[in-house]
């Protein structure tokens, strides 16, 4: 099966404030990053506030440009689109943001806003456009009726289903949730949790989810990628990643949520300190100034992005030390990409010596 969205060493620099200024090199919020998302999947992307989730997400819909590396959709670069390809993959990458208090024109009503793609993109007429935005409404949970109200008429779990319907009026194939019921009340989290659930298997979606919430993502992901700072350090099954996590950065964040694994969370180490400035981080392994494992080694060269059998991927000096208990682990046989970077990795190593 090829991947519906891929990303290769996708990078995304924000300039500063003052661009005159030659030491202001401006945020990496996104490093170097190669990522798949397969058809049909839930991908989740999750991380401290700042590690740069937000960012990949919207580079792989094409929300933003990238400062370097590639972005593809169904196999085709979309890296560079721009015109008219660019406004139909506007229509098959949808996003559904976070605050559904802040995402929907307060002057507009729920016709207007759910029947804006319909007009734009497939020119339908005033009444298909009405059939239409009722049927999609009834397919949120909502009554149809309700299309000529404003969004200040309807509560914060009520506007998120409304933002859905308006990305699902396009006929998205892939919907980037980005931290879709953070702003919601835990109650109403689970119904909208249990919506995009429902929708996904109903439209044949694939959905990438930015999320800090543990709970949410377990819930809906089958797949989990973990970002530090600008880079992916591991990605695994979401039944691995909460179950036999193997970078110390994933095993900290589970055991940050002691709700989700009672009595484990006491054996590994919880995260110290604030995440490093992004604008400035750390050298070597971006994680080594909160890891309890790290080396000198750690301190001053990148670890490799290993791929493991499965395609589990890990990106740590010292996973397998860590880790030495888990059987359950196999490795791939080394790719040549892998084997060239580890040598290249060795002779760093002996010159430091
Ligand atoms: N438009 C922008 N201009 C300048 N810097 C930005 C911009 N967008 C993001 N950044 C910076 O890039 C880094 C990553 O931000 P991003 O929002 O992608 O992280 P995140 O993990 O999604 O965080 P959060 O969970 O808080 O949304 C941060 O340091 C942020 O300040």
Known sequence: MKPISE????SKTFAGPNRL???NRGVTAVDRVSLQVMPGETLAIVGESGSGKSTLGRLMLRLLAASAGDVFYQGESITDASGAR???LRRELQIIFQDPFASLNPRMTVQQIVGEPLWLHEKLSREAR?????????TVGLPAAWAERYPHEFSGG????????RALASQPKLLLGDEPVSALDVSVQA???????????QFGLTMIIVAHGLAVIRHMSDRVAVMYLGQIVEVATVDEIFDAPLHPYTQALIASAPQMQPGVSRQIPMLQGDLPNPANPPSGCR?????PWATADCRQFE?????????RQIACHRWQEINRDRSVITIAPPSAAFLRRRALFEQAVKQQA
């Open 287 to 291: 994680f080594h100034t909160r890891c």
């Open 158 to 165: 009520q506007r998120q289903r409304i933002g859905i319907a």
């Open 303 to 311: 670890p490799i992005n290993q791929v493991l059998s499965g395609g």
């Open 7 to 10: 990303c290769r060493d996708l």
């Open 86 to 88: 660019l406004n139909q």
């Open 191 to 201: 119904q909208v949790v249990n919506l995009l659930e429902s929708l996904k298997q």
């Open 130 to 138: 009405h059939a239409r935005v009722a049927e999609l409404l009834r």
């Open 21 to 23: 200024f030659k030491r």
